[in-house]
């Protein structure tokens, strides 16, 4: 059968997050179903990660099995047609070997977390971000995430429901970046790692809006790190503000020949 790797972009909001579960909608489903109607003998999607209820995907990567060879281009026409009116739309597809997995073969997994400072409720972009009502101190933020970069135990920063056999990680990239807008400024950390624990980027997120609003200083972020207790993390930051940015493979399957 062949393999298909799919670039998938979504907006979480409607959806109980990317894996699939009985009796919610879930992006997994959507875009399952929408195989099943045009392979009925493939309907089964694999993600890249397995992103929560509400947070969304500009570059989520799935692979699946099909029983006949497609045309990429006419693959990803019938999919997006069947996708309709779910706010889910396969971006590209490829044609992989039989040994690539969406999941297992991805090197590298990039996040970016919005924050909007601003008093007025958000409109046009409501639930596409996290509105907090202070401006927030950036470089007290990047000092603080300073502390999180490299190899550590991040026990602190992760869920109690996280199934992952070790809290150790290797955290790439941890970059605070400011943005003027009207009434306003936003704030997006971008996030780089091979693999995370369960809500630590959230779990960050929250902890440096606390360093950023200056109820912790950036040294609490280290103490809160090397205290591998999840009560010493902050409050975690709501699911709207999470973006799944990038899923890197080497090779890349979607790079033109």
């Excluded at 046009?124 to 999180?148: F, I, K, S, T, Y």
């Excluded at 995370?196 to 912790?216: I, K, M, P, T, Y």
């Excluded at 790190?225 to 010493?232: Q, V």
Aim: proline fraction near 7%.
């Amino acid at each position: 059968m062949p393999r298909y790797a799919l670039k998938i972009e979504y907006d979480g909001a409607p959806f109980a997050g990317w894996q699939r579960q009985r009796n919610q909608a879930t992006v997994q489903q959507a875009v399952e179903t929408a195989l099943a109607a045009i392979d009925p003998d493939g309907p089964v999607v694999t993600g890249a990660g397995r992103t929560d209820s509400g947070v969304h995907a500009t570059a989520q990567v799935a692979h699946c099995d099909t029983s006949k060879p497609w045309d990429t281009f006419r693959l990803v026409e019938a999919l997006n047609f069947h996708l309709k009116p779910a706010p889910v739309a396969i971006l590209q597809a490829a044609e992989v070997d039989d040994d690539f997995s969406a999941r297992f073969s991805a090197v590298e997994r990039s996040y970016l977390y919005r924050i909007v400072c601003r008093r007025a409720p958000l409109t046009v972009e409501r639930g596409l971000m996290w509105r907090v009502n202070q401006m927030l101190d950036v470089d007290a933020m990047q000092e603080a995430a300073d502390h999180l970069i490299g190899k550590h135990d991040f026990t602190t920063f992760r869920s109690v429901m996280c199934q992952a056999k070790s809290p150790v990680k290797t955290l790439d990239e941890l970059r605070v970046e400011t943005l003027d807008i009207p009434y306003g400024k936003e704030v997006h950390l971008h996030v780089r790692a091979r693999s995370f624990l369960h809500n630590q980027v959230r779990s960050f997120a929250g902890s440096l809006e606390r360093v950023g609003a200056g109820a912790w200083r950036p040294d609490d972020m280290k103490s809160a790190l090397e205290s591998c207790d999840r009560a010493s993390c902050g409050p975690v930051a709501p699911p709207q503000g999470l973006y799944l940015t990038n899923v890197r493979y080497d090779p890349d399957p979607f790079a033109k020949p």
